[in-house]
T-cell receptor, first 117, second 115 residues
Framework: GAVVSQHPSWVICKSGTSVKIECRSLDFQATTMFWYRQFPKQSLMLMATSNEGSKATYEQGVEKDKFLINHASLTLSTLTVTSAHPEDSSFYIC?????????????FGQGTRLTVV | AQTVTQSQPEMSVQEAETVTLSCTYDTSENNYYLFWYKQPPSRQMILVIRQEAYKQQNATENRFSVNFQKAAKSFSLKISDSQLGDTAMYFCVLGGGAGSYQLTFGKGTKLSVIP
């Protein structure tokens, strides 16, 4: 199957700083990528849908200015957590689906564990 | 709005036995797709099985099979000959139709396979 690479796998940052998470589709073009947040022992919560070359669509309650998403190419989307605070600590997962086929599985990155201290 | 309900937060099964995970969903779409994903302790999401709503035949992948009841909007997963490696969180997922690529996740069922 297709591979989505997410980097870094884990990161620790100081409160008030920003951290960038990368999501790359390695062997296919991903017009659309999705960013999720997962709290311990809970399901995935969709944060935003990222379309190549256009602004991301954020879910209700997700702060656009805090979670900056850039999808500049068909193989790369980035999530930047700006001015991070301890409550932003979580597990973040990206996924991508190939275009044109609604039944295709979503390919997920390995996830990034963010700890803000 | 689409919803997915998994009513079993946790389940356990003896190794080599069979277990069924339940899932119900709601959607107004005619064309949609259903998936079961597993998330082992590594937290990597892995596709287990998929079902196209327009297909009446239940999908099967080796030890994994589904019971898809479209009228009842039910989509259960049966795991036969359970193995220790099946221990994971299992998510029932609904894929939108009409050009929507978003996925709707259930809350998950934590499955533990006991030696």
């Amino acid at each position: 199957g297709a591979v989505v690479s997410q980097h870094p796998s884990w990161v620790i940052c100081k409160s008030g700083t920003s951290v960038k998470i990368e999501c790359r589709s390695l062997d296919f073009q991903a017009t659309t990528m999705f960013w999720y947040r997962q709290f311990p022992k809970q399901s995935l919560m969709l944060m935003a849908t990222s379309n190549e070359g256009s602004k991301a669509t954020y879910e209700q309650g997700v702060e656009k200015d805090k979670f900056l998403i850039n999808h500049a190419s068909l193989t790369l989307s980035t999530l930047t957590v700006t001015s991070a605070h301890p409550e932003d600590s979580s597990f973040y997962i990206c996924s991508a689906r190939t275009t044109g086929f609604l039944n295709t599985e979503a390919f997920f990155g390995q996830g990034t564990r963010l700890t803000v201290v | 709005a689409q919803t997915v309900t998994q009513s079993q937060p946790e389940m356990s099964v003896q190794e080599a036995e069979t277990v069924t995970l339940s899932c119900t969903y709601d959607t107004s779409e005619n064309n949609y797709y259903l998936f079961w994903y597993k998330q082992p302790p590594s937290r990597q999401m892995i596709l287990v099985i998929r079902q196209e709503a327009y297909k009446q035949q239940n999908a099967t992948e080796n030890r994994f099979s589904v019971n898809f009841q479209k009228a009842a909007k039910s989509f259960s997963l049966k795991i036969s000959d359970s193995q220790l490696g099946d221990t994971a969180m299992y998510f029932c997922v609904l894929g939108g139709g009409a050009g929507s690529y978003q996925l709707t996740f259930g809350k998950g069922t934590k499955l533990s396979v006991i030696p």
